[in-house]
């Protein structure tokens, strides 16, 4: 199998002493999604953050586009190409739309005009709220700065910890439409979801931990449609 | 019933050195405001901060005015002023890295933080009364009002003169100066964002590659550039003295406090809220109502609400409500 | 005996310690250390009482120098000549206002908190604090001219009781104990920092009404010839007996006496000082205590363990703030007079501040240790500060101006080492000499 763009591999480690991933792998290839599912406290977070450097690994690789990052800081991570929305508190809430997004590329020092312009066809709302304080945005319209900041720095990954979470249904919707068009555009995708069904509807690749290890991994659609994945997770 | 002299005399006692005080305090209190939002501690060496920078000022005001400078009109300190900001700033920083950065990495509680403030305010006014010594120092040269109150009773034929101080309309001027200079950083250039970004969500700011010490070392010079101007401004309008500013940061926290912990805007509206309470508190209002009733009425009593020794028990009373009933101030700062 | 043992560590530091005040008593003089012992024993107390409030409770009190006050005037009140004409001519009028505005204050407190919130409630608020508060200053204005206007020379307030001054001293604790009631009731609620702002700004006003309320205690114009619980260096050298037996030790009469009266409230002090840390380290070691430290640790479990925190917050702020307050007292005896205008911030706050920290917070004996060292530093740095000024500055010239301002700036030494020490001892060893355990 070839080298996937972005693989956490094996990766054991938790924040204190005690492990919370024990031998985990997720990873993902070039412009797919794929999501992580589980339990609560299955370690699906903590998994996604693994990944990005937030806490370090006692066992354990990260690779992205076969280069070792395990050692990396999540700042130098995001200068190699990745970006990560975390699940709370992801935007600056007394500072507009447009500096939020001046924000997230902040690393960037050419002409950032095109990218912010790209953001805006993704999500046509922000542009009618450019000059609107962020904290004042609805849930979803939150949701949507968090990950157009991230978008700002053209990564080549995209995480997202459980963007749905505290939405209503209709703009989960509409969310998942718009991470499937980043997907498109090249961007690979991991994502970690509370909305099992949903999010492996999108996926095409899917990883189920318990309990901070493998449980099943397959494609979306697969996960999706074996009786004892839906049987534990989907209910049914 | 004279309303014209009424209202010289409210504008010559009450209003205009309400403003003067109002600037000085506001500009006091986004000093302690910035390093709160960012560095997120209440600064207790904030007031020998702004003595420690007048003191300098006043050293590079004595160097020139020996040497023979001067600014006309104006007085010479305005021309020393960038002198003792340089210096203030050095100091400041050099006690970031000497005293406050241990504590930062090490993520201490914010009481702690400001338990080793107190020890920075002990070294700045011991470093100031030794190079300065306690003595009250006059430094204001050059014209001393704008408007006397001769000039102005001959020019409208009132009873009441208004009297203008250059350093009282200096104060005004120069406070619009500073704060639109402060507003247009922090709004508009791309480091003035990144304090922004930082002081709204410090890890989210972190990830977006901002980088903290930057950050933090703009914060101090900003801070030591407001307390600078501000003790430097107080101490032509009245006198420099180094106790007196010790003094003065129950007003300024007050001042940051109402108007919200953390918000520049807040502590501009701050500064003249506590301004014109200590003024009109402790005002004493005979004059002004003997003119508005009738002479039958007129008062006897100096309708003094408080002496001018309790000036800052309404600041601090203030202080008080606001901490209890609206924490987060008039602007909505960080919350308590 | 195990040398590195706790125990034997903090005996060798107050060995330490006790040889300054020796060499001081040898280098100096015996007058200049029994001098300094007998403030540092007061400023001891006044540590362990801030210990209780920091150390035990987490509170940051940073208006220590408002409850020193309230304990001196206590002792004018207590024990200074009656003044039954001064009394008269307002005395009463001036209670009565006084009540009046505390009643209006309750009712203020009544109305916030019955009322529903709305303009209703607002306006009756304003209503009943300015019609209070005119209420009171027609009562009270009038009332404090006619008492400050007799013999105003000599006295202008209304006198005090006339009591033995060592009775000064728990009212001291009790006036104290009653002001940190009223404002623990008010301000204990805040987050640190606001706590220590607020009792920054209360001790501020305290000191300010103090030098003001001329009928209080004569402000500014201090009140002087407080009685003493020793004997007067004079009466001792009238005595007969004393000087046979001052002759005998080699002593001339004047010194004696002094060393003796110095004495005397030394053994005053530290009695009263045993007292307290004798109580305070019952108070530690009891379930009391190791609940608040509890508290202090954790209050968010704790008080989801059920424990009521706001009402253990006040009994220690009331019960460090009598502490601090008896002090306040005890250093009035001292001094024989009250002087407001001595009531600075920087000396009585952030000094015992200093004490508690560089001597141990959370720890009693730390607090003493702290309270001794601090301030026999607090003293001496000025001399040992000029000695080593004048011998840095032999080699310059007589007339240098370098040599003169160092010279006369000697005496800001103390601040700068102050805050030095604070920061050196926050830095390399936070705990303190003597750690909690």
């Given at each position: 199998m070839a080298e996937p763009f972005l693989i956490g591999e094996a990766m054991t480690g938790g924040y204190g002493a005690a492990d919370?991933?024990?031998?985990?792998?997720?990873?993902?290839?070039?412009?797919?999604?794929?999501?992580?599912?589980?339990?609560?406290?299955?370690?699906?977070?903590?998994?996604?953050?693994?990944?990005?450097?937030?806490?370090?690994?006692?066992?354990?690789?990260?690779?992205?586009?076969?280069?070792?990052?395990?050692?990396?800081?999540?700042?130098?991570?995001?200068?190699?190409?990745?970006?990560?929305?975390?699940?709370?508190?992801n935007i600056f809430p007394t500072m507009t739309v447009e500096e939020n997004l001046e924000m997230g590329a902040f690393l960037r020092r050419d002409e950032i005009r095109a990218t912010m312009e790209q953001v805006f066809e993704l999500f046509p709302i922000l542009r009618d709220k450019r000059r609107q304080v962020a904290g004042e945005l609805s849930g979803?319209?939150?949701?949507?700065?968090?990950?157009?900041?991230?978008?700002?720095?053209?990564?080549?990954?995209?995480?997202?910890?459980?963007?749905?979470?505290?939405?209503?249904?209709?703009?989960?919707?509409?969310?998942?439409?718009?991470?499937?068009?980043?997907?498109?555009?090249?961007?690979?995708?991991?994502?970690?979801?509370?909305?099992?069904?949903?999010?492996?509807?999108?996926?095409?690749?899917?990883?189920?931990?318990?309990?901070?290890?493998?449980?099943?991994?397959?494609?979306?659609?697969?996960?999706?449609?074996?009786?004892?994945?839906?049987?534990s997770f989907l209910g049914g | 019933m004279d309303i014209l002299n009424a209202l010289v005399v409210f504008l010559n006692f009450v209003f205009v050195p309400g403003l003067a005080y109002g600037a000085q305090l506001a500009l006091g209190a986004l000093g302690v405001t910035l390093v709160y939002a960012i560095l997120r501690f209440s600064n207790f060496a904030h007031g020998d901060t702004m003595a420690f920078g007048t003191m300098a000022t006043i050293l590079v005001t004595w160097a020139m005015q020996s040497a023979g400078i001067s600014f006309g009109v104006l007085p010479t300190a305005l021309l020393a002023l960038p002198f003792g900001i340089a210096?203030?700033?050095?100091?400041?920083?050099?006690?970031?890295?000497?005293?406050?950065?241990?504590?930062?990495?090490?993520?201490?509680?914010?009481?702690?933080?400001?338990?080793?403030?107190?020890?920075?305010?002990?070294?700045?006014?011991?470093?100031?009364?030794?190079?300065?010594?306690?003595?009250?120092?006059?430094?204001?040269?050059?014209?001393?009002?704008?408007?006397?109150?001769?000039?102005?009773?001959?020019?409208?034929?009132?009873?009441?003169?208004?009297?203008?101080?250059?350093?009282?309309?200096?104060?005004?001027?120069?406070?619009?100066?500073?704060?639109?200079?402060?507003?247009?950083?922090?709004?508009?250039?791309?480091?003035?964002?990144?304090?922004?970004?930082?002081?709204?969500?410090?890890?989210?700011?972190?990830?977006?590659?901002?980088?903290?010490?930057?950050?933090?070392?703009?914060?101090?010079?900003?801070?030591?550039?407001?307390?600078?101007?501000?003790?430097?401004?107080?101490?032509?309008?009245?006198?420099?003295?180094?106790?007196?500013?010790?003094?003065?940061?129950?007003?300024?926290?007050?001042?940051?406090?109402?108007?919200?912990?953390?918000?520049?805007?807040?502590?501009?509206?701050?500064?003249?809220?506590?301004?014109?309470?200590?003024?009109?508190?402790?005002?004493?209002?005979?004059?002004?109502?003997?003119?508005?009733?009738?002479?039958?009425?007129?008062?006897?009593?100096?309708?003094?609400?408080?002496?001018?020794?309790?000036?800052?028990?309404?600041?601090?009373?203030?202080?008080?409500?606001?901490?209890?009933?609206?924490?987060?101030?008039?602007?909505?700062?960080k919350s308590v | 005996m195990n040398l590195t043992s706790p125990g034997a560590k903090n005996a060798a530091l107050f060995a330490a310690v006790a040889v300054l005040f020796v060499g001081t008593g040898v280098y100096q003089s015996w007058n200049s250390s029994f001098g300094i012992l007998n403030m540092a024993l007061i400023s001891a107390i006044m540590a362990l009482g801030l210990n209780l409030q920091w150390g035990f409770a987490g509170l940051f009190n940073t208006g220590v120098m408002g409850f020193v006050a309230l304990g001196g005037l206590a002792a004018v009140l207590t024990s200074s000549t009656p003044l039954p004409q001064s009394w008269q001519a307002g005395g009463p009028r001036i209670a009565l206002a006084l009540v009046l505005g505390a009643a209006t204050i309750a009712l203020a407190v009544a109305i916030?908190?019955?009322?529903?919130?709305?303009?209703?409630?607002?306006?009756?608020?304003?209503?009943?604090?300015?019609?209070?508060?005119?209420?009171?200053?027609?009562?009270?204005?009038?009332?404090?001219?006619?008492?400050?206007?007799?013999?105003?020379?000599?006295?202008?307030?209304?006198?005090?009781?006339?009591?033995?001054?060592?009775?000064?001293?728990?009212?001291?604790?009790?006036?104290?104990?009653?002001?940190?009631?009223?404002?623990?009731?008010?301000?204990?609620?805040?987050?640190?920092?606001?706590?220590?702002?607020?009792t920054l700004g209360i001790a501020e006003i305290i000191?300010?009404?103090?030098?003001?309320?001329?009928?209080?205690?004569?402000?500014?114009?201090?009140?002087?010839?407080?009685?003493?619980?020793?004997?007067?260096?004079?009466?001792?050298?009238?005595?007969?007996?004393?000087?046979?037996?001052?002759?005998?030790?080699?002593?001339?009469?004047?010194?004696?006496?002094s060393l003796v009266v110095k004495l005397c409230y030394a053994g005053l002090f530290a009695t009263v000082l045993l007292a307290v840390i004798w109580l305070s380290e019952a108070a530690l070691n009891s379930p009391w205590g190791r609940m608040m430290r509890a508290i202090r640790d954790n209050e968010v479990a704790a008080a989801a363990m059920g424990k009521n925190v706001t009402l253990r917050h006040l009994q220690v702020f009331v019960l460090g703030s009598a502490v601090i307050g008896m002090a306040g007292a005890m250093m009035t005896t001292l001094d024989g007079q009250l002087t407001p205008g001595t009531y600075q911030p920087l000396r009585f706050t952030f000094l015992i501040w200093v004490m508690v920290i560089v001597g141990g917070s959370g720890n009693n004996w730390g607090a003493v240790l702290g309270g001794f060292l601090i301030w026999w530093l607090w003293v001496m740095v000025e001399p040992i500060g000029l000695l080593a000024l004048q011998g840095v500055t032999a080699g310059m010239a007589e007339?240098?101006?370098?040599?003169?301002?160092?010279?006369?700036?000697?005496?800001?030494?103390?601040?700068?080492?102050?805050?030095?020490?604070?920061l050196v001892v926050l830095r390399f060893s936070p705990r303190g000499l003597i750690p909690e355990k």
């Open positions: 919370i991933l024990h031998d985990c792998t997720v990873a993902v290839e070039k412009g797919q999604i794929a999501v992580i599912v589980g339990p609560n406290g299955a370690g699906k977070s903590t998994a996604m953050k693994a990944v990005f450097g937030m806490l370090s690994l006692r066992g354990g690789h990260v690779r992205l586009a076969g280069e070792d990052i395990t050692h990396l800081s999540p700042q130098a991570r995001v200068a190699k190409g990745m970006a990560f929305v975390p699940q709370n508190q979803g319209q939150r949701q949507q700065v968090a990950v157009g900041r991230a978008l700002m720095t053209q990564p080549q990954v995209l995480m997202l910890d459980e963007p749905t979470a505290g939405v209503s249904p209709i703009v989960m919707d509409e969310l998942f439409d718009r991470i499937i068009e980043v997907a498109r555009s090249g961007i690979s995708i991991l994502m970690v979801e509370q909305n099992a069904r949903q999010a492996l509807n999108i996926a095409d690749k899917g990883y189920v931990l318990v309990q901070g290890a493998n449980r099943f991994t397959d494609t979306g659609a697969t996960l999706l449609a074996d009786p004892e994945v839906r049987r | 210096a203030t700033a050095l100091f400041v920083l050099a006690t970031d890295r000497v005293v406050y950065r241990f504590y930062r990495h090490q993520k201490v509680a914010p009481t702690i933080m400001v338990i080793v403030s107190l020890g920075v305010m002990f070294v700045m006014n011991g470093l100031t009364r030794f190079i300065i010594g306690v003595g009250e120092q006059n430094f204001a040269d050059g014209g001393r009002f704008l408007i006397t109150a001769a000039e102005f009773k001959t020019a409208t034929g009132l009873t009441e003169g208004l009297a203008v101080k250059i350093t009282q309309a200096l104060t005004l001027a120069v406070a619009v100066v500073v704060v639109a200079l402060l507003f247009w950083f922090l709004q508009k250039t791309r480091t003035g964002k990144s304090m922004r970004a930082f002081s709204d969500n410090e890890d989210l700011a972190l990830l977006s590659g901002i980088n903290p010490d930057r950050v933090v070392a703009v914060t101090w010079v900003l801070a030591a550039a407001l307390a600078t101007t501000a003790g430097v401004l107080y101490g032509l309008d009245k006198s420099f003295k180094p106790f007196t500013y010790f003094q003065l940061l129950l007003p300024i926290f007050a001042a940051a406090i109402v108007g919200g912990l953390g918000s520049p805007i807040g502590a501009i509206a701050g500064g003249f809220v506590i301004a014109f309470s200590e003024v009109t508190v402790t005002y004493a209002w005979k004059k002004v109502v003997g003119y508005l009733v009738p002479d039958s009425m007129a008062p006897d009593a100096l309708l003094q609400l408080m002496s001018t020794d309790y000036k800052f028990a309404v600041s601090f009373s203030i202080l008080i409500l606001v901490l209890l009933f609206m924490p987060t101030g008039l602007f909505k700062g | 916030h908190q019955r009322l529903a919130a709305g303009r209703g409630r607002s306006l009756a608020l304003v209503a009943v604090l300015v019609g209070g508060f005119t209420l009171y200053r027609y009562v009270l204005d009038p009332a404090v001219t006619a008492v400050e206007a007799v013999n105003a020379a000599a006295y202008g307030n209304i006198g005090g009781l006339g009591l033995p001054i060592l009775l000064a001293w728990p009212v001291g604790a009790l006036l104290a104990a009653l002001a940190a009631w009223a404002i623990g009731k008010t301000a204990l609620g805040l987050r640190s920092d606001y706590l220590a702002i607020a000191v300010a009404v103090l030098k003001n309320e001329d009928w209080l205690a004569r402000g500014v114009k201090n009140v002087i010839s407080l009685p003493r619980p020793v004997p007067y260096e004079v009466d001792l050298q009238k005595s007969a007996g004393f000087l046979a037996w001052a002759q005998s030790w080699g002593f001339d009469p004047v010194t004696a006496s007339d240098s101006w370098l040599k003169q301002h160092l010279i006369d700036s000697a005496a800001h030494m103390r601040l700068l080492t102050m805050g030095v020490i604070l």
